[in-house]
Structures are given as C-alpha cells and as structure tokens.
C-alpha cells in the first residue's frame, strides 16, 4: 500500500513485524525524540492501543465498523487537539471509552 500511494517518499523507514514490537516501533521512532504529549499513536486494535501507553504516548482509536467517521473525526477535531496541546486527558479517554465500546466481545477470529 505504501508504494502503490507513494507515501514511501515521506517517511525514513517503513517497519512490520520482522523489525520488533508496535511497542518497540513507537520507542525507536519517536520516544527518545519527541516528549509524550507530542506522540499520537492511531490504531485500530486494543494492541495498538497498548503500545502507545507502553510508551506514554497518546492514542487515537480507528473505531471498527466506524473507520471513516473515525477518519473525519480526525481531520475535523482531534488533529486541532493534538497540535494545541489539548488532547490528552478527559478528550482521549472518552475517544478510548467509545473504542472500547465497539469492540466486540467475542472477536470472530478467536475459536
């Protein structure tokens, strides 16, 4: 997908699994760099979600089912939080209680 977007071009490195833990992306990429409140981990999974907090980071939730007004919400609000410094804190935690919410209790993919 990053190549067939030609978004390639625009980041240093492109890392799967092979290169360690999202945990361990977030603390290569960004922890030693950048303070917390300056780190938006967005995800989609209760993982991602783990990651970020592994590394005091702040996390904006891809809400299943919901993607593209996740995606809005995004660009209409919560970008404008994050770059003012009023994201963390009630904000992000009612993100995360909605997240939470649609995340179904017995996910198909486990038998």
């Known amino acids: 997908e990053w190549g067939e977007n030609q978004l390639e071009g625009f980041v240093a490195m492109i890392a799967g699994q092979e290169m360690g833990t999202k945990t361990e992306h ?3 990429a960004a922890a030693s760099k950048y303070p917390a409140q300056r ?3 967005i995800g989609d999974a ?3 979600f783990k990651a970020a907090k592994s590394n005091s980071a702040l996390f904006y939730p891809i809400n299943p089912g919901r993607e593209e007004q996740s ?3 995004l660009y209409d609000e919560a970008l404008d939080r994050f ?3 009023d994201y963390a804190g009630d ?4 993100l ?3 997240f939470n919410q ?3 209790e017995n996910p198909p993919w486990i038998v």
């Open 26 to 28: 977030i603390k290569y």
């Open 46 to 48: 209760p993982g991602d």
């Open 39 to 41: 780190i938006l981990m």
């Open 91 to 94: 904000y992000e935690d009612s």
């Open 96 to 98: 995360v209680a909605e």
């Open 102 to 104: 649609c995340l179904p």
């Open 71 to 73: 995606w809005q919400r």
């Open 83 to 85: 770059f003012n410094e």
